[in-house]
């Protein structure tokens, strides 16, 4: 189940059932309840208001409450920084505190609600601010920042103080950030720089510091929010306003743990709707990782599968490294999009195209191995094109792409026209020019000519400066100097950006927020199912396969019977050859104890399988419902659609390779729902055995339409049952060769 605190959403079981009723529960959203047109058919909200945090960043007034000027102390000094800060941003600060007269000759209150103003920002440096915000709520305040520990990161008891303070802070209608946080909201941030700024957010204000220091080569920053323990503000709310800002290019974030699923899912989406991008570190890929984080701000970290999907979903960019994090980042800020006359679709594409330029043939070449391994385009360049070029470079020199010039000219105007040149091929959207070692004056001038066309083009230009001193002036000066040359240290970490910002181009361009289209109520299907829900039990296979007949999964023709004559009467009408099952409520591996029968071509058989599959139940102790006869489905592609519940983003669809060794491939995809074909197909796309649906060694290319269908008919499966499905399993589904459909073959469904 999905938890809530404040502005995200409870579910529960009933959910379904109330729905089917024809009423929808009554969340709240950010404080006021949802409308039901801002509900999906499992009750989850579909749109989110976008937290008004201007007052935050820069508010008229500020409370410190526990303000101190006493040397020594560690409120001292976080009073003198805020000071500072509040003198930057054009704020009145109050000092609050009971037995002060005045802290650094600034008249001080000796409580909240003895402050001369309703103050915009209330900062809380006391080790318990519960009674605080009590206080806080009576005088109005709009936002108020904790930053003491001891909270949800300590364990159950600081995981009950937190729920506390969330419950208080839900009551006042003020916002909250922290606890646990600290002063990275507050820093000094360069006003001196231009361009789109990275916008910062941080649950461990450390793990931001390499990104907050791309100030000092030029990139802009605007804001830093430090979450902390998020009992209120979170991470969802701040990507959710950053997208909304137009001074921010890029969103940075690290991420320990998400507070909700939903909550995350409707802020990328946001952002991905206004085409900002959005580049994370999220810790817990592993189980130490995870752990860690649980243990440091006592979050849920959720399946890293799960969380891996939900962002590529939303064109969440996700890297591991903080060096990744600041490069990417800065190229995302600084990469304008280019339109091309021609359009897809009504949209603009991107030309997406990358040629390598390089004063070296070896530099050149390794490069562009790399690139090209990393699923960057490299296309050969026109006849026309490598004509043009060769008019300023020699003509032993390649110039196919990459392009060598054997020294970029230093006397006169040629480099430029070269460059130029090739930023003018209507097929090419990024230039990278790697430049391994400083060699006045040819790199000096190159970086000049560099700087000279970006700033004349809407395309993307790339350096790589690769020596490792970093003190030459082509590189302190004339590259970092520039708000429209990306400049990178290292080649893997160009590459990286380079294919997130064409990865972001294309994801935008083709983008539609599958909340617009998830469904609002109920299907009849759903209706139909009612009858055949256990809560708390698992459904026999007999069972299972009606809820996905009243879906429209298609399953094979099959009778369930209880005698051997019966039997052979099902087989006669089924036809020969049949598959017999056991079938009951508890049986989950029937292969592995005998209870399926397959290749059965006459009466014997028939009522011999039935025989000994009810002898094998009987002596494990299975209860039966009676004994499947079934339609044999012996050619096409075995696969695997399921459901499962993650903690965080509630029902998971799931897609892979089936069969009896689906455990042992783990070749499987997996989405969160709402999605649409777009992503259905994608899922596919990402199978290691995607080859099989295309026909191998002979055999036909299978019905991948069918299977998207399956796959979609399992969602809205999903979605209006809910919290009720906690897990559905079909496998195999045989995918049958092109235009023959799919058959579920067996299935599997355990009610919540």
């Not at 071509?601 to 102790?621: F, H, K, M, N, P």
Request: hydrophobic share 40%; glycine share 10%; charged share 25%.
């Amino acid at each position: 189940m999905l938890g809530s605190t404040h502005g995200t959403l409870t579910t529960d079981s009933r959910r379904a059932r109330v729905i089917a009723c024809g009423e929808h529960p009554s969340p709240v959203v950010h404080g006021r309840p949802a409308a039901t047109d801002d509900l999906d058919v499992s009750g989850r909200p579909l749109y989110s208001d976008v937290p008004d945090l201007d007052r935050f960043f820069r508010p008229g007034s500020v409370a410190v409450v526990g303000a101190s000027d006493t040397e020594g102390r560690p409120n001292t000094g976080i009073t003198r920084q805020l000071l500072a800060w509040a003198e930057r941003v054009g704020a009145r600060l109050h000092p609050v505190h009971p037995t002060r007269q005045s802290v650094f000759g600034i008249p001080c209150s000796p409580s909240v609600a003895d402050l001369p103003e309703q103050v915009d920002l209330a900062v809380l440096l006391v080790s318990d601010p519960l009674p605080v915000i009590e206080e806080l709520a009576e005088t109005k305040v709009k936002f108020a920042v904790a930053f003491a520990s001891g909270f949800a990161e300590t364990g159950a008891e600081g995981a009950a103080a937190q729920e506390r303070l969330a419950a208080a802070v839900a009551r006042s209608g003020l916002r909250l950030l922290g606890p646990n946080t600290n002063l990275n909201a507050f820093e000094r941030f360069r006003d001196d720089l231009d361009g789109p700024a990275i916008a910062l957010i941080t649950q461990s204000g450390h793990q931001g510091r390499p990104v907050f220091a791309l100030q000092e080569l030029g990139i802009r920053l605007s804001h830093w929010a430090p979450t902390g323990n998020e009992a209120d503000l979170e991470t969802a709310d701040f990507i959710s306003y950053f997208a909304e800002q137009p001074e921010v290019g890029a969103i940075a974030a690290y991420v320990e743990g998400l507070k909700d699923g939903r909550s995350f899912l409707l802020a990328a989406d946001r952002a991905a709707r206004r085409g900002v991008p959005v580049v994370a570190v999220k810790v817990g890929r592993t189980e130490t990782g995870a752990r860690t984080a649980a243990s440091h701000t006592g979050k849920l970290t959720g399946a890293d599968a799960v969380v891996d999907a939900a962002m590529r979903q939303y064109g969440v960019i996700r890297v591991d490294g903080l060096d990744e994090l600041q490069d990417t980042a800065a190229l995302l800020a600084r990469a304008r999009r280019r339109p091309d006359p021609d359009t897809e679709g009504g949209r603009p594409r991107t030309a997406d195209g990358v040629v390598v330029y390089s004063i070296s043939g070896g530099t050149g070449a390794h490069f562009a191995d790399l690139a090209a391994e990393a699923g960057l385009l490299l296309p050969v360049l026109s006849e026309d094109k490598q004509a043009e070029l060769h008019q300023w470079i020699p003509e032993y020199l390649n110039v196919a792409n990459p392009v060598d010039n054997g020294g970029h000219p230093v006397g006169d105007w040629r480099g430029r026209k070269i460059i130029d040149a090739i930023l003018d091929d209507p097929d090419v959207g990024v230039l990278i020019c790697p430049i391994t070692g400083p060699f006045p004056p040819m790199s000096d001038k190159l970086a000049q000519d560099l700087v000279d066309a970006a700033e004349q083009t809407d395309k993307l230009v790339c350096v790589v400066w690769g020596s490792p001193v970093g003190t030459e002036s082509a590189y302190r000066e004339t590259l970092l100097g520039s708000s429209r040359v990306v400049t990178f240290r290292t080649f893997a970490n160009c590459i990286t950006a380079v294919r997130a910002h064409l990865d972001h181009q294309r994801f935008t361009a083709a983008y539609r927020s599958p909340f617009d289209e998830a469904p609002r109520s109920p299907s009849p299907s759903f209706r139909k199912v009612q009858a055949l829900m256990r809560p708390g039990q698992q459904l026999s296979e007999h069972a299972a396969k009606q809820l996905l007949r009243a879906y429209g999964i298609r399953v094979p023709r099959e009778q369930l019977v209880t005698s051997a004559a019966a039997a052979v009467r099902a087989a006669s009408l089924v036809g020969y050859p049949v598959v017999m099952k056991a079938s009951g409520a508890r049986i989950a591996h029937k292969t592995e104890l005998g209870l399926v029968k397959i290749g059965l071509t006459s009466a014997s058989q028939v009522r011999d399988a039935y025989r000994e599959l009810t002898d094998i139940a009987r002596y494990e102790g299975i209860s039966l419902d009676g004994v499947l006869v079934c339609q044999m489905v012996e050619r096409g592609v075995e696969m695997v659609v399921g459901v499962t519940h993650d903690r965080l983003f509630g029902p998971t669809v799931t897609v892979g390779l089936g069969g009896v060794l689906v455990e042992v491939l783990r070749d499987s995809a997996v989405r969160v729902p709402p999605f649409g074909e777009d992503q259905a197909r994608a899922m596919l796309t990402e199978l290691r055995g995607r080859a099989l649906l295309d026909g191998v060694r002979g055999a036909p290319p299978a019905d991948v339409d069918a299977l998207v269908e399956v796959v979609l008919r399992v969602q809205r499966m999903a979605l209006e049952l809910g919290d009720d499905l906690a897990e559905l399993d079909i496998n195999p589904l045989m995918v049958l060769p092109r235009g023959q459909g799919a058959v579920a073959l067996d299935a599997l469904a355990v009610c919540r």
